[in-house]
């Protein structure tokens, strides 16, 4: 059955509803985090499946952990916990991954700990807006994500004001992943000119998620040598079987 056929399937097992909706719904495989939009759209965030929680279950979580390919992070900062997908994926990777989650939804990061991380993943949650944690961080981590849920009313100048913080929190030999979601063609060209201009240190490949409005953008360090990685894989957690059709969607990545 087709993941949105679940979605359809799902019952309520949590609502808050403060100034951002927030509910929780599951069926008997899945068990999923939305949000409701200004426009009272429902957007679904994560979706978790329940017998086995860590595995990615939305296209665009695949893409944005694409870097994985090349190197074993052992610092990972991720800005938007959300329903902890990526966090479920990482610690069942390996022990020896340490996550740091800056989320600013004290609502968001109760539904994670009650229904979202059912193994018990060790990762250090820090309660804050991720603009506010970027000025204040003075540390340069393995690999910086940012995954960010942005309503679509926000202005998009707030979004390159982000992109110049998170160069800021970047040097030669971090990774920076991030999630584009629901930006046009303009938008998306902006974001790609403006990090060209504010790094010179990463080359920059990005993704289009079909059938998802999610553009996935990657910053790699110049120092990588990519094409020997994909080959060799040494440096890789990935199972071989992941590792074999991650490495043919890497090939569908644009370089900019």
């Known amino acids: 059955m087709k993941l949105s056929k679940h979605i359809e399937q799902g019952k309520l097992v949590y609502l808050n509803q403060d100034n951002e909706a927030l509910s929780v719904s599951e069926n008997k495989h899945y068990r999923w985090l939305a949000f409701n939009s200004a426009d009272g759209e429902q957007v679904i ?24 390919l090349f ?20 610690t069942h ?21 009650h229904s ?12 804050t807006d991720s603009n506010s944690w970027l000025k204040a961080n003075n ?39 991030i999630n584009l979601p629901d930006a046009s063609d303009d ?14 240190e990463h080359r ?18 110049n120092h990588w040598h990519i094409a020997k990685l994909l080959q060799r894989n040494k440096l890789s957690y990935l199972p071989k079987r992941l590792l074999l059709k991650w490495r043919k969607f890497w090939l569908h990545g644009k370089v900019v």
């Open 116 to 127: 979202f991380n059912p193994e018990k993943a060790n990762i250090n949650i820090i309660n």
């Open 204 to 221: 920059i490949i990005y993704f289009h998620v079909p059938n998802y409005l999610n553009i996935i953008i990657h910053l790699i360090p």
């Open 139 to 177: 540390t340069y981590p393995d690999w910086l994500i940012c995954d960010v849920y942005q309503s679509k009313n926000q202005p998009f100048g707030q979004t390159i004001k982000q992109l110049e913080l998170l160069i800021d929190n970047i040097n030669g030999n971090t990774c920076l992943s």
């Open 45 to 68: 965030q994560s979706v978790m499946h329940k017998r086995k929680p860590w595995l990615l279950t939305l296209p665009h979580q695949t893409a944005l952990l694409m870097p994985l």
């Open 93 to 113: 990777l390996s022990t020896d991954i340490k996550i740091q989650s800056i989320e600013y939804n004290a609502n968001v990061i109760r539904c994670f700990e």
């Open 71 to 90: 190197f074993r992070p052992n610092n990972v900062v991720e800005l938007g916990l959300g329903g902890g997908n990526l966090d479920r994926f990482l």
């Open 187 to 200: 938008e998306v060209n902006l974001c790609l000119t403006v990090l060209q201009q504010l790094t010179k």
